[in-house]
């Protein structure tokens, strides 16, 4: 589309990428673009790790009886698969990723405010993903993700410190880069680059940045006490030596709660720039949209009761968490309405990433309302501890966050590695992933329902069908996370050269080359126009 | 209208082509707890087939045409955002209400209840009645009764789960939590545990047998050791050596509990509390926590010479030993 900045073969020009060589290059940069890319491959590996435990936990329940492994080995399974998948994969993704590379492109830096820290941030969660390494590899843990007390603190006879020592670590991760990306978009937005100018992404990014910030100390100080209680015997969460055990739970989810809209809303961030672009508009209700991120991101914080129903908090406590759980769903309602406005009028086009966008509100709606019956106080009392829980919180983790996050990557891929992917192998991947992932997480609604509850390695036979169903699901979903593994790393050598901006996308990372220079910018841009500006005729004068 | 209604529901709901979508309706308060989920989920398909079908044909009309497509903007509308954040709240405030005053009518046992201990401990369940029947993993109860489950736990949190009864609640060691139901159909229902609680989590399910209220008294009379609660508590109480402090004619170095149960009790702390099963319990196992005016702190604990079942059992000697009515308590 853009034809003003003339393309120099990639390989001639200096860019991130071929600024210089050396495994001392990547390990000691501080370029945000080549970190994100430290992310990008350690958070892929252990994404692998935290599927190989999914495939394991779905061929098991096959049969009713356990197919695969002991009922001891299965509840470290289901652990080792929540631990890494939330704590090393969804909580980093969108934000380490697809923020490190594009927060200071979008803003018009040349940085990120802290580039040591940023790159402090990547070795803190390698250090901390060695420790749940090494508690993987030396037995395991079997506590569930949730670390609930006093099986956790007291009775559990696996790696729970060393486990809890990786979350412990890779938390102050997060929390630095929150403070990186909140002082970023604070200080350094390109002159002209006014709040109401930033694209949605950065809106989503700095919400989320709050909650990293507010929320991950509280789970370091649960964690903290958990390994007091542990090692040291102080009486916290154990009601045998005078502690409380719902205490762990109130300190848990009042960040874990938090935590899902870590997961989340860098997602939402992702799908405003996918819908704007495909459908060449700008997002409609944009102020809106704005507005409803950091609504998430206050109301978030005051609805972790809701994870606590039946453990017996009063009556009271349940209403006043019942009713802040359905306005919370309020903004993301909002959201949903405003992108599928945005295509009304447009100009859409079916490119990959734009699959990918649709199937996350698709899956996020679905996720989204089946919520609702989780804030209602009676239904839940029900539905909670049940499949349906499981069921509900995939389609807004995997249906939504890993949804945005595979269309993000898409997104941007031209822009990270100067190269196009084989288009009609991503769009069949997207459709292969929305089919697979629906067939393995909607039976789970049913089951929950019928009663069946989660965390069980073995399970009355009234319910095999459903997860035969399940599991044949999770074969095709695999298979569909398998497909851009491939197809991308052979577009990094064989891909077509993709130029500076490939969709006809607004932006200021659509202004620099592909891959951009280290530096970023020549110059750094004055910017004019509102985000989004898709409406003018190019005139040429950008980029 | 609700005849109707549930008609409706019927039709759609069980079986659906011949594959259940929801456990049988086997309690009171179960009909009214799906009548709530099919109106969730409704509003789910709604709004889920609305918004597929809305994008849908926005992707087929306004499909790119030509490469040069430049649409024009649209300006915001604060009417349609005024509309769709409202109708949303609307809709929520309806379910709210719905489902809190379901929650709240359910949340407290009627009078009359009959009552069943039980105990979740690493990985079975161990119930008793008072009349002395005990079982492990099986609760025997009678159709028509409302039934309310006293629950503690000896180790780690449990969850006692009735689906056929739409209730659930976590068993937690050091408290003790109830839940409530009146079966309306005899029969034979799974309970589950269901807050994970270790390596056999998935073990600890069991069967709760509805009955006539025959059938069930036979059961009572055979299952029994000749031994209620109350009575295999006045054992403890003897063995334990309790007798010797807590003398009933006040001579002794204890409080005398003929007639406390239910009364209120103001400790040295100037807190009052009423005597129910909390406080005794706590006054068992850690008798210091909670010093009295009038006596010495000299009770010794007896956390781990009892169990959770044997303390029941002491709760209820005491109780036996004359409570007053519940309401003048207050």
């Known amino acids: 589309m853009s034809t003003a900045v003339m393309e120099t073969p990639a390989a001639s020009r200096v860019h991130y990428l071929n600024a210089n060589y050396g495994i001392k290059s990547w390990l000691f940069t501080t370029d945000h673009k080549r970190i994100a890319l430290l992310w990008l491959g350690s958070i892929t590996f252990m994404f692998f790790i935290g599927g190989a435990a999914a495939t394991l936990i779905r061929l098991h329940l096959i049969e009713p009886t356990g197919a695969l492994v002991q009922p001891a080995t299965y509840n470290k399974l289901f652990t080792i698969h929540g631990v890494v998948m939330i704590f090393f994969f969804l909580i980093p993704s969108i934000p380490a990723v697809l923020g490190n590379f594009l927060v200071p492109l979008m803003v018009g830096a040349r940085d990120l405010a802290f580039p040591r820290i940023n790159l402090l941030s990547w070795y803190l969660y390698i250090i901390g993903a060695i420790f749940v390494l090494y508690a993987i590899l030396t037995g395991g843990v079997d506590t569930g993700w949730t670390f609930y007390t006093p099986y956790s603190s007291t009775y559990a006879h696996s790696q729970v410190i060393a486990t809890a020592l990786g979350v412990f670590i890779v938390g102050f991760s997060s929390i630095l880069t929150g403070l990186n990306f909140i002082v970023t978009i604070h200080k350094m937005r390109a002159p002209g680059l006014t709040w109401f100018r930033l694209p949605l992404f950065i809106w989503a990014i700095y919400a989320t940045s709050i909650i990293q910030i507010l929320g991950t100390p509280v789970l370091a100080i649960t964690i903290f006490l958990l390994g007091l209680e542990r090692l040291l015997h102080v009486g916290i969460f154990d009601p045998a030596i005078g502690g409380d055990p719902i205490l762990f739970q109130h300190l848990f989810w009042f960040y874990s709660h938090p935590a899902v809209y870590i997961m989340i809303l860098p997602g939402m961030g992702v799908i405003s720039e996918l819908i704007a672009c495909f459908s060449r508009k700008r997002v409609f209700g944009y102020a809106m949209v704005a507005y409803s991120s950091m609504a998430i991101a206050v109301l978030s914080f005051l609805v972790w009761g809701h994870h606590m129903f039946v453990t017996g908090q009063s009556v009271y406590a349940g209403l006043i968490f019942s009713v802040l759980s359905f306005m919370v769903a309020i903004p993301s309602a909002i959201k949903v309405f405003n992108w599928t406005a945005t295509l009304y009028k447009g100009s859409i086009s079916y490119d990959a990433p734009m699959l990918y966008a649709l199937g996350f509100i698709g899956l996020f709606t679905m996720g989204g309302l089946t919520g609702l019956f989780l804030a209602s106080l009676a239904v839940d009392v029900h539905l909670t501890g049940t499949y349906f829980i499981v069921a509900h919180f995939h389609y807004i983790m995997v249906g939504g966050a890993v949804m945005a996050y595979l269309g993000g990557i898409h997104f941007w891929w031209p822009k990270i590695t100067g190269r196009l992917y084989p288009d009609g192998w991503a769009r069949f991947a997207a459709l292969i992933i929305f089919v697979g992932f629906n067939l393995t997480f909607f039976p789970q609604f049913v089951l929950g329902y019928l009663g069946m509850p989660r965390r069980y390695a073995v399970y009355p036979a009234e319910f095999q069908v459903l997860n035969v169903m399940s599991s044949a699901g999770a074969s095709i979903l695999g298979i569909g996370y398998l497909i851009p593994l491939i197809y991308l790393i052979w577009s990094i050598r064989y891909g077509p050269v993709a130029g500076p901006n490939p969709w006809g996308a607004k932006g200021l990372e659509w202004e620099t080359p592909s891959p951009p220079p280290t530096e970023n910018f020549e110059e750094i841009p004055v910017v004019t126009e509102e985000a989004y500006a898709y409406a003018e005729p190019e005139d040429g004068s950008h980029g | ?330």
């Open chain 2, 1 to 330: 209208m609700s005849g109707t209604f549930n008609f409706l529901l019927a039709a759609v709901a069980d079986p659906w082509f011949g594959f259940p979508i929801k456990p049988e309706d086997a309690s009171t308060t179960a009909s009214s707890v799906d009548h709530l989920y099919y109106f969730l989920t409704a509003l789910t398909l709604f709004f889920t087939f609305s918004i597929f079908t809305t994008i849908f044909y926005f992707m087929v009309k306004y499909r790119r045409r030509s490469p040069d497509e430049r649409p024009k903007a649209i300006e915001t509308s604060t009417a349609l955002e005024v509309t769709w954040t409202v109708i949303p709240v609307m809709l929520c405030a309806f379910a709210f209400i719905w489902a809190s005053s379901l929650y709240f009518r359910n949340s407290r046992p009627p009078n009359a209840s009959m009552e069943v201990f039980v105990v979740g401990k690493q990985w079975m369940w161990h119930l008793q009645h008072p009349e002395g029947a005990r079982e492990i993993n099986e609760l025997h109860v009678p159709v028509g009764v409302p039934v309310k489950l006293t629950m503690t736990s000896e180790d780690v949190i449990h969850d006692f789960s009735i689906p056929v009864f739409r209730i659930k609640h976590d068993v937690i060691p050091g408290r003790y939590s109830s839940i409530w139901f009146q079966a309306t159909k005899t029969g034979t229902y799974h309970f589950y545990c269901a807050q994970y609680c270790g390596a056999e989590h998935s073990g600890m399910i069991g069967w709760v047998y509805v009955m006539t209220p025959t059938d069930y008294a036979n059961w009572l009379s055979g299952g029994s050791r000749g031994e209620s609660m109350a009575q295999a508590g006045e054992r403890l109480f003897t063995q334990l050596g309790c007798i010797t402090c807590h003398v009933a004619d006040g001579t002794g170095r204890g409080p005398v509990l003929q007639g406390l149960y239910g009364h209120p009790v103001k400790l040295r702390s100037g807190e009052t509390r009423v005597v129910d099963e909390a406080y005794v319990r706590q006054a068992i196992v850690n008798p210091n926590s909670m010093p009295l005016p009038d006596y010495p702190p000299i009770m010794p604990t007896f956390q781990g010479q009892v169990n959770e079942e044997q303390v029941l059992q002491l709760i209820a000697y005491v109780k036996s030993l004359g409570t007053v009515e519940k309401g003048t308590a207050k």
